[in-house]
């Protein structure tokens, strides 16, 4: 009997000690140094940041997957304001005349996505340029009736925070208001009864994944970076909306229930599959979307609003995988899928494999070193 007292209480000190190691925050200056080093490997090889990406035709740097890059590096700058970072951004920003991608008429949010950084700098140095071309664009969404632009739920993620930056900038409700306007219709409408499923917490990435479509094992098909997307929005939102704005609870209950389904699906190995429900199908670690995950779930712990002794195992978890497993010693970051819209897509997803635009992933990772950076 004193044998077994004996192992049982080691086996519960060993438990107990597994805690606290899973639990423990990641080295705030080693978070630093890591989230600097992918960011220094981007703006080291993209050293002329007005020059148009290539990748089967030019496009104009001003396109979704490069403003997801200077989200994270705005992020960045906040935390440690590199003025090099501040120039880098500025720059950018200048060369495309604080324009959307297309220009002012385009009601598609990849192509607006660019004005979340142009309110940021705005913010830092005010002058009339800077914002006047992302206001007119997102007044025109405000003033028309239509709703339904967030037909693929990237699109929340690309567009919504813009409404929010400026409902903040202005203090005019009227922004808020077309925000809402335009996530529930996304949320409840489109595919018929919406993009989001209330029972499960997850988002169908558009239309095309509404059941009866399934997965190969019989589950309903919730891309990991899609999901992602919609995630860091609604942290993007709150992090801009007024405690007592009209929509804030309706917007962080949906963050809690994704927080929660999300919480479900991780990996062993800390990262997320591609398909959150169904491993077996192009199943293996995925940067982008894990990076999304962490930084929505560390955002909530910093803030108050997700329990620190639940969820901070999985930041820290999936921090640790994505460090080790992911980022290589020149800072260039493996395992993240391409472009596209389901797990097939951007395929292979390796450690060394480029995808085919390597900026939204390493944007996503440098929004969730910010968060990481911190946790106390």
Known sequence: MKKK???ALFLLFTLNLGNAFAQTVPDQKETLKTTMLVNDYFMKKYADCTTPTYVGKLRSS??????????GLMELHK???REDYYDYAYTWASFHKWSPRYGNTTRNADDQCCGQTYIDLYNICPSPEKIKNIKITMDMLVNTPQNDDWSWIDAIQMGMPILAKLGN????????????DMYSYSRNKHGVNGLYNAKEGLWWRDKDFVPPY??????NCYWSRGNGWVYAALVRVMNEIP?????????????LAMSKALKKCQREDGFWNASLLDPSNFGGKETSGTSLFVYGMAWGINNGYLNRAEYLPIVVKAWNAMV????????????????????????PVTYDHAPDFEDYGIGCFILAGTEVYKLK
């Not at 900038?169 to 809402?180: D, G, P, R, V």
């Not at 399934?214 to 589950?219: R, S």
């Not at 405690?243 to 963050?255: K, S, V």
């Not at 970051?333 to 395929?347: A, F, I, M, R």
């Open 243 to 255: 405690t007592n704005e009209t929509h804030r609870q309706d917007y962080m209950n949906d963050f």
């Open 5 to 7: 007292k004996i192992v």
């Open 62 to 71: 001003n396109l979704w997957t490069r403003a997801v890059y200077y989200e």
């Open 324 to 347: 080790k497993d992911a980022v290589h010693p020149n800072g260039f970051l493996g395992y993240v899928q391409g472009t596209g819209k389901e797990p097939k897509d951007g395929q």
């Open 79 to 81: 935390i440690y304001p």
């Open 169 to 180: 900038t202005y203090k005019e409700q009227k922004y808020f208001n077309k925000m809402w």
């Open 214 to 219: 399934k997965e190969p094992n019989g589950a």
